[in-house]
Nanobody, 131 residues
């Protein structure tokens, strides 16, 4: 059974920073974590879930939504089965529940910005940015 557990969310003032973590577990998935692309998505109240960032299986390739480019950085530590999202210069419009997602179907892949391509999801962590 695959589990993705996000942490690091909270309340921060505009201009501040937060670092989200997503720890993956599950006997088989953990063994092959380093083979899978990982992503972050977010969902604000009343809005659809949207892509934030993706990192390839080896960390060599990343991609970001235009709204966060230059402010957010996605990274991963395959030795710890963990993916991170460093969020700087936060804005009120970044307020949302942030979800970690794994594409466990394709190995050695750069990743996708489409939520339909991800078959494992975390429970989400709330990020609130006050003005």
């Amino acid at each position: 059974q695959v589990q993705l557990v996000e942490s690091g969310g909270g309340l921060v003032q505009a201009g501040g920073s937060l670092r989200l973590s997503c720890a993956a577990s599950g006997r088989t998935f953990s063994r092959y974590f380093s083979r899978y692309a990982m992503s972050w998505f977010r969902q604000a109240p009343g809005k659809e879930r949207e892509f934030v960032a993706v990192i390839s299986w080896d960390g060599g390739s990343t991609n970001y939504a235009d709204s966060v480019k230059g402010r957010f950085t996605i990274s991963r530590d395959n030795g710890k089965n963990t993916v991170y999202l460093q969020m700087n210069s936060l804005k009120p419009e970044d307020t949302a529940v942030y979800y970690c997602a794994a594409d466990g179907r394709i190995e050695f892949y750069s990743g996708s910005s489409s939520s339909g391509n991800y078959n494992y999801w975390g429970q989400g962590t709330q990020v609130t940015v006050s003005s």
